[in-house]
């Protein structure tokens, strides 16, 4: 491996531990306020896609499952638009199309394996 792709990937992962970081206690927060404007986003895109209610979704477990994903897909992204040597609007284009992929893709594999869960229980 050269240097660049070194560096690259101590980036990502670093990029990873501080993402993850500020959404875990962000989401903490929001969790302790219990306050009904503050909704988190993947629980209410969870709640009205795979009809999850939401005390199943709103802990401490699931909170850290989100914020592990919120971070893989930033620091992924991150790593995979610096790999090419292109001029920034591409590396945007690219990036923003792969993180919405990520993003319904991830989650909507994370919403049919609770809606499976939570029909079990």
């Known amino acids: 491996m050269d240097t660049q792709m070194i560096i690259n990937i101590v980036v990502s992962l670093v990029a990873f531990v501080i993402v993850f970081l ?10 302790k306020a219990k306050k009904k404007k503050k909704v988190i986003a993947e629980v209410k895109y969870l709640m009205l896609r795979n009809n999850i209610k939401e005390e199943y979704l709103l802990n401490k477990k699931f909170l850290a499952l989100t914020s592990f994903i919120n971070a893989f897909i ?7 638009i610096e790999l090419f040597n292109w001029h920034i609007i591409f590396k945007l284009m690219i990036g923003f199309i792969l993180t919405l992929a990520l993003i319904y893709s991830i989650y909507g594999i994370l919403g049919n394996i609770l809606e499976k869960r939570s029909n079990k229980k």
């Open 22 to 31: 500020f959404f875990y206690i962000r989401d903490i927060r929001r969790l």
């Open 74 to 80: 930033i620091s992924f992204v991150f790593f995979i």
